[in-house]
C-alpha cells in the first residue's frame, strides 16, 4: 500500500504561518486528487483542501484567504501553507489521497495548535 508522511506541525502564535508537507511513498495509481483534512477533539473530521490531478484546488470557506495547497509531482508530495493562523485552526491535520476507483489513502496525521 502506499504511505503518506505528514510534517510541519507544531505550536505557533496566533497569525502565524506552518507548512505542512504529506510525502507519498511512491507514485499514486489512477490518482484523482491529494488533500488535507483536520480533526478537532469532539469535532467531526473535515476538509480543508483538495488539489486534483489537473491542478484545480478546492478550499473550505473557512480557510480561503489564508491558506495554500500546492503539489510537487516530481516528489509526490502535498503541501499546506497556513498563514494567518488562528486558534480555532487547532487540529490534526490529515494528508488524503483519492483514487479515481475509488481507493483512499490517509496519513497519520500532524498536529497543529494554535495558542499564545
Known amino acids: 500500500q502506499v504511505q503518506l508522511v505528514e510534517s510541519g506541525g507544531g505550536l505557533v502564535q496566533p497569525g502565524g504561518s506552518l507548512r505542512l508537507s504529506c510525502a507519498a511513498s511512491r507514485s499514486i495509481f489512477n490518482l484523482k486528487a491529494m488533500g488535507w483534512y483536520r480533526q478537532a477533539p469532539g469535532k467531526q473530521r473535515e476538509l480543508v483542501a483538495t488539489i486534483n490531478i489537473g491542478g484545480g484546488t478546492n478550499y473550505a470557506s473557512f480557510v480561503k484567504g489564508r491558506f495554500t495547497i500546492s503539489r510537487d509531482n516530481t516528489k509526490n508530495t502535498v503541501y499546506l501553507q497556513m498563514n494567518s493562523l488562528k486558534p480555532e485552526d487547532t487540529a490534526v491535520y490529515y494528508c488524503?489521497?483519492?483514487?479515481?476507483?475509488?481507493?483512499?489513502?490517509w496519513g497519520q496525521g500532524t498536529q497543529v495548535t494554535v495558542s499564545s
Open positions: 488524503n489521497v483519492d483514487r479515481w476507483d475509488s481507493v483512499a489513502y
